[in-house]
């Protein structure tokens, strides 16, 4: 089983920034690929960035240019760098990790949310 501590969320001003933490932990023989997911009221949860072991990133287009994804594979931690926040960005924000068993077996897991509101 693995476990996700979500952490980084909360009340800004548009214009503003927030960067939100999902760190890993249990039983992990590797991370394939590190995500965050957002869902508004009244709305479909949506991709919102990705990233692999490598590095390689991809993010949706509202957030291009705004929003950086990272990861410390060292701390199986990844990070959502967001700026220039605009109040179509308030959601709840979810990291979601595929883990790889010793197996190689690939398992799904979702954190609980962080909240984010953005708003004079």
């Known amino acids: 089983q693995v476990q996700l501590a979500e952490s980084g969320g909360g009340l800004v001003q548009p214009g503003g920034f927030l960067r939100l933490s999902c760190a890993a932990s249990?039983?992990?023989?590797?991370?394939?690929?590190m995500n965050w997911y957002r869902q508004a009221p009244g709305k479909q949860r949506e991709l919102v960035a990705g990233?692999?072991?490598?590095?390689?990133?991809n993010y949706a287009d509202s957030v291009k240019g705004r929003f950086t994804i990272s990861r410390d594979n060292a701390k199986n931690t990844v990070y959502l760098q967001m700026n220039s926040l605009k109040p179509e960005d308030t959601a709840v924000y979810y990291c979601?990790?595929?883990?790889?068993?010793?197996?190689?077996?690939?398992?799904?897991?979702w954190g609980q949310g962080t909240q984010v509101t953005v708003s004079p």
């Open positions: 990233i692999t072991t490598g590095g390689g990133t």
């Open positions: 979601f990790v595929v883990v790889t068993s010793a197996g190689g077996i690939r398992y799904r897991y």
């Open positions: 249990g039983n992990i023989f590797s991370i394939y690929t």
